[in-house]
């Protein structure tokens, strides 16, 4: 069957990856070393075995090119992958454009979401570690929902700290949740120090990403019991959402494609990182390609932020990266897009942009939501917010191909859809959506940086 008589490719759960691939291996400048929170000196494996089990350790800190999937995790993985790969026709047509454009869509899970990616062996290496329980941040609830599901199939229990505007956003959300035995509450909470400190000092704090990172932090780190699960920023999530672009780049060479341009949404990087770290392993040997890191106006970290040691969390607890941040204690406005209200972004894909292999762009609320209704109408999928960023995108680059007459091959992963989301949808139909632009004078969070050069 020729290409253009294609218009999804589905691979045989034979051709399940067998294993992760590992950027770092490949990467011409490593991402720095992590630091100690407390002391500020260089990280130990040991210093980190209070909240994580020694595999996910070690796959934090190698630089390993390739890491084995291991059967129970690839046999959970059989569920829903691989996901499909889809010729957006119906976008292409509306759009009259020349390009061709593809996306590879990772909400045919029960979550909706690439994050399941990551949370299936995240629970697992932590249940034959002996772990009882999980402690997790959810922003928008994607990640949330991904690791209540993988933990009650590995018979975990799992406390969600959920970002307080998405706890009231979301509520199916929350239910969603429960449903798979979770515990959720609203972050900052009277649960931890850290949140009752936030609460003493704003009681009606909306949230963010990195309040929510610290109580769940704290929560495993006091309990014997317990380790942390994190859904994105970190190596080894990185390393598992690679899956995606190693399918992503089979289902390619099948319709003898290769993309020119690769966009996927960026909050902490797992969903970006997971596209375009297999495809930038060919840039690193000399393919002409672009990778494009799409985030929200209200939270630009790539594209406004500055490259710098920071905290991972707003009361220091996690890890210290050199990354593109904001300030550990900045907090987003309360977008729809809550997966990417992260201060800061992974420490590899923050290396990548500064090296100028990855690119990076910014849009406000109205743009994302026009693509991500305009993508629904033509292609029958309503995505999630945060994906919809990657659509816009895509569809300003098709039609910058049209107007230029060139025949180019457009990649962009949907990494979720918006099925809990129509508040949002509605909240836009109705005029209530407001475009929010970050203000770096004033910001003030950029002033309490660890002394670390």
Not at 239 to 264: C, N, R, S
Not at 327 to 352: E, K, T
Request: charged share 20%; glycine share 8%.
């Amino acid at each position: 069957m020729r290409r253009d008589e294609i218009s999804k490719v589905i691979l045989p759960e034979s051709e399940i990856p067998k294993q992760w691939y590992n950027v770092i291996a490949d990467m011409p400048n490593k991402p720095a070393p992590y630091h100690n929170p407390q002391t500020l000196k260089l990280i130990e494996p040991d210093d980190m075995k209070a909240i994580f089990p020694d595999e996910i350790i070690r796959q934090e800190m190698t630089a390993e090119r390739y890491i084995d999937i291991p059967d129970e995790v690839r046999e959970m993985y059989r569920q829903f992958r691989p996901s499909p790969l889809y010729r957006a026709r119906g976008l292409e047509k509306q759009l009259g454009t020349t390009a061709r454009i593809y996306y590879k869509y990772e909400g045919t899970n029960a979550t909706g979401s690439h994050k399941l990616n990551t949370a299936i062996p995240q629970a697992y290496y932590n249940k034959i570690a002996g772990i009882k329980r999980l402690s997790t941040e959810t922003g928008a609830g994607q990640w949330g929902s991904a690791i209540s599901l993988a933990s009650s199939q590995f018979g975990l229990e799992c406390s969600v700290y959920m970002v307080n505007v998405s706890y009231q956003q979301k509520p199916y959300r929350r239910s969603f949740m429960k449903t798979f035995g979770a515990s959720v509450v609203a972050s900052p909470s009277n649960l931890t120090n850290c949140g009752r400190s936030m609460l003493e000092r704003d009681p009606e704090c909306s949230g963010s990403l990195g309040i929510a990172i610290s109580e769940a932090v704290e929560d495993a780190a006091t309990h014997e019991d317990t380790n942390y699960a994190l859904g994105s920023v970190l190596n080894h999530v990185c390393l598992h959402q690679t899956i995606i672009g190693i399918e992503a780049k089979k289902q390619m060479e099948i319709l003898d494609e290769y993309p020119d341009v690769v966009f996927a949404c960026c909050g902490g990087g797992s969903n970006f990182s997971g596209i375009t770290f297999p495809f930038l392993q060919d840039k690193f040997k000399g393919q002409k390609l672009r990778a494009v890191a799409v985030e929200p106006t209200a939270c630009p970290t790539l594209t406004k932020g500055i490259f710098a040691y920071d905290y991972g969390d707003t009361v220091k607890v996690a890890p210290i990266t050199k990354m593109y941040t904001l300030g550990h204690d900045y907090i987003p406005a309360g977008i729809h897009a809550g997966g990417l209200r992260y201060h800061g972004d992974s420490a590899i894909v923050s290396q990548l942009y500064n090296d100028k292999l990855i690119e990076a762009k910014a849009y406000g609320q109205k743009a994302v939501f026009e693509a991500a209704i305009t993508f629904a109408r033509t292609e029958g999928i309503v995505p999630a917010p945060e994906s919809a960023h990657a659509i816009r995108a895509a569809i300003d680059e098709a039609v910058l191909a049209r107007e230029a007459g060139e025949e180019k091959v457009i990649l962009f992963c949907l990494s979720g859809h918006g099925y809990f989301d129509f508040a949002a949808y509605e909240n836009y139909f109705s005029g209530k959506l407001d475009d929010v632009e970050y203000s770096p004078d004033s910001n003030t969070s950029l002033n309490n940086l660890p002394p670390i050069e």
